[in-house]
């Protein structure tokens, strides 16, 4: 069942890689200034970047450490990421690695900072992942940012975000809220130093359609968000002109954290 599902996110991204790559919500953002801040990168740094997408936070960082692992589960993407940090120019110390979050291929203690950025929610088993993020850090050193989207605490609107996000991308799987995340991470064995909630807005029809959605299925996303609760159409700051929707903002949540042997 697990690898059904992994081959299903294999097809589905590299299908759409070349959209997240060229998209310009994941090479900026408030969310990367402030990982860097908070995980004070030096050139000692050796960083990891799970599930790194079109390569946005490994290209953001690698100026700041000795060198980064761009690794993700599908080879498609990690030759988009590659091609485009390539592209950008600049930097020469970051690598490419096909790699499950959930089974990381690196040794124990390999490395001393650990990103994984707008993706936990398309993992099966976030508490195993974040096992393997916690093994491959290194004592006394090592230390991660997660960002995710953040599930409402209200339980309809958190309904609601499930139900866009599933029925626009058959890979999500489930996000979560604030305290799962930290309970989780402490599970894990990290402390939280800090946490932050982020919004993000997005343009709908860019949004809805980097996932590779037939002009069908837009417009039937786009009615279930006009059709939604004014609660909820408050919470996510719906713009629309005309019956269609321009723009929504939901939040992220950053979560800094240390293994918990650092002193």
Known sequence: MARNFKDKVREQFGRTADGYVRNKGFSQGEDLAEAVRLLKPTQDDVMLDVACGGGHTALYFAPY?????ASDLTMQMLKKAQEYISEEGGVENVTF???DAEDLPFPSGA????TCRIAPHHFQDV???LKEFHRVLRRKEGRLVIVDTLLPEDEEIASFLQKIEKSRDVTHVQSYRQ??????????GFDVRETEIIPKTHEFQEWAKRTGMSREAVQQLNRIFIDAPVKVQDYFKLETFAGEVESFTDQKILIFATRRDIK
């Not at 305290?179 to 894990?188: K, L, N, Q």
């Open 97 to 99: 690695r096909e790699a």
């Open 65 to 69: 450490v000795r060198s980064v692992v």
């Open 179 to 188: 305290e799962e995340w930290v309970r989780m991470i402490d599970e894990a």
């Open 111 to 114: 490395f001393t900072i650990l």
């Open 127 to 129: 508490p195993r992942a």
